[in-house]
């Protein structure tokens, strides 16, 4: 049987194939390709325990990760980046409960590791000048928004980051926002904010 390498390197090959019959698509292909060079080796950090919400449904307060204790001291965070930094890690994914709540620690990834995203819950503003990308989650049109993460939060992460090319709202889909998500497309539009999706896995409780 053919080993999930090889059949992944004749994919590759029959995707270069194709690409090289046009140059627009090879043109493409080859941005990809460059870009993907800015994922490799990439590591995956919760800042923090912390949140300034309580949402319906959050994975972080499902588990024990709130009974964690979060690392203080900004000099051994400057010191974790950098260490990863002399492990070539080019790509961070920072996550929380909401890493926004601490932007010294942010910075310190900021400072050593050149690419990166930070989940966001679109409530606290992240420094201009940071240059990761931005996922600010999205959990359906502002009533239900008010319901699950509290009132104003839908609205609140508009002003904040619709205008912001770091920042693409990412709705998470789930059997009962489905219906909504024309109407949160259309708000997204009209607000000039980038939209994309995930799936949602409920959570045991
Ligand atoms: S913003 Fe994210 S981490 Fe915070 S409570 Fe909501 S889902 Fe959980």
Redesign the pocket.
């Given at each position: 049987m053919a080993s999930a390498f090889l059949v992944n390197m004749e994919r590759v090959r029959a995707i270069r194939e194709i690409c090289r019959s046009d140059a627009a698509l090879e043109q493409s292909f080859q941005k990809v390709r460059k870009d993907a060079r800015k994922l490799s080796n990439p590591v995956s950090v919760d800042l923090t325990s912390r949140?300034n919400?309580?949402?319906e449904g959050?994975?972080?307060?499902e588990g024990d990760a709130q009974e964690m204790t979060d690392e203080e001291d900004i000099s051994r965070w400057r010191a974790f980046f950098a260490a990863e930094a002399k492990e070539n890690v080019q790509f961070v994914y920072v996550g929380?409960?909401?890493a926004a709540l601490f932007p010294d620690r942010i910075r310190a990834a900021a400072d050593k590791i050149p690419n990166g995203i930070i989940a966001a819950?679109g409530t606290v503003k992240i420094a201009k000048d940071i240059p990761f990308r931005i996922a600010v989650?999205v959990w359906g049109n502002p009533e239900d928004t008010a319901k699950l993460?509290g009132g104003g939060t839908f609205w609140k992460a508009l002003r904040n980051y619709a205008n912001d090319p770091r920042a693409h709202f990412v709705y998470t889909i789930n059997s009962q926002n489905m219906g909504q998500i024309r109407e949160v497309a259309r708000i997204m539009k009209g607000e000039g904010a980038q939209m994309t999706f995930n799936m949602y896995s409920p959570t045991e409780s």
């Open positions: 949140c919400l309580f949402c959050c994975y972080y307060y929380g409960a909401e819950n989650s993460r």
